[in-house]
């Protein structure tokens, strides 16, 4: 266990949540709810129908278990549902329905405060999980838009803080304009402050370092720069740099000399999905690095997703994340 998934499990346990699984059907994240409970981290609520539940034989003794079609909280959360959508078109009968998918009853257990947050996407996709989320929960107050990150975990690395980054957007924003792209730096970087509780040093990363290459490309990486240095002139954000400028001192120190960034860098933007899926891919199957995520930023209560690609482990870190977002 890393010292980063150390922390993040302390101070869950100091001010415990209550985070909902909507996945009970999933054997990965009922390995993680039993770690989870058997460490303290939170109280559970788990979405789905006890027998299958408890034909997977783990302890999951103090876990609720939740079946969305008979639960006597579904009319009610229905009911809510129907007032929050009634504009948009939806129907009661509609309502009732969506409440008998996990996904939409979970998101509803958040917006009416039985559960702090929500926990899925061990089989269902990115999309499935957070249409609930931006139809029920919408945005927080200030934030432009929602975006992703996966926190990474490099073992014997010493770049960024002790081979931890942020890295972003790897998981939402298929090609951000330079706008949103500066958006996404500026809420990494809080994240950062908000997970890590260090000073964040956010590096927009390019094929191009400080106009070394004059396109379309590098040119809105450098304005995405400009743009979210203007939102928060408090942040130390930097671009465009190279990812060996952004990381290594010596390379930075060449290509990008007198940067508070450069060579330092613990929060990486990508320019796309294409750049920012394939580099976390990368970085956790070749340097063996912990990947979690990913976890969500800018929706108004904290519900992130999961890679289906993930390992219990790797579900019992997004845990233990979405409780410290929680407090």
Aim: charged share 20%; aromatic share 4%; net charge negative.
């Amino acid at each position: 266990m890393s010292a980063f998934l150390d922390t993040m499990i302390a101070r869950a346990k100091q001010d415990k949540k209550t985070i909902v699984l909507p996945e009970g059907n999933d054997e990965r994240t009922l390995a993680a709810a039993e770690q989870i409970l058997k460490l303290g981290v939170a109280d559970l609520v788990i979405l789905g129908q006890r027998e299958t539940i408890d034909g997977y034989l783990y302890d999951l003794e103090g876990a609720r278990i939740v079946d969305p079609r008979t639960a006597e909280m579904r009319e009610d959360m229905a009911s809510q549902l129907y007032e929050l959508r009634k504009a948009k078109g939806m129907t009661p009968d509609q309502a009732l329905e969506l409440m008998g998918d996990e996904l939409y009853f979970g998101v509803m257990m958040v917006k009416s405060g039985r559960a702090d947050g929500m926990v899925a996407g061990a089989c269902h996709s990115t999309g499935d999980v957070l249409r609930p989320c931006l139809q029920i929960l919408k945005t927080a107050p200030g934030v432009a838009l929602v975006s992703s990150f996966f926190v990474m975990v490099v073992p014997d690395c010493d770049y960024g803080q002790q081979g931890t980054f942020i890295f972003s957007d790897c998981g939402l924003e298929v090609q951000p304009t330079k706008e949103n792209l500066a958006h996404i730096a500026v809420n990494s970087a809080r994240s950062w402050q908000r997970l890590l509780g260090t000073e964040p040093k956010v590096a927009m990363l390019s094929h191009s370092t400080y106009g070394s290459a004059k396109n379309d490309d590098a040119n809105k990486v450098v304005e995405a720069a400009a743009i979210a240095r203007e939102l928060a002139p408090e942040l130390a954000i930097d671009g465009d740099l190279q990812l060996d400028a952004a990381i290594v001192e010596s390379v930075a120190s060449s290509k990008a000399p007198g940067s508070e960034v450069a060579g330092a860098a613990n929060v990486l933007v990508f320019p796309d999905l294409d750049a920012g899926n394939i580099g976390y891919k990368l970085v956790q199957r070749l340097a063996k690095a912990e990947a979690y995520g990913p976890i969500t930023q800018g929706i108004a209560a904290p519900v992130n997703d999961l890679s289906r690609g993930c390992t219990a482990d790797d579900i019992v870190g997004v845990i233990a994340i979405t409780c410290v977002q929680a407090q």
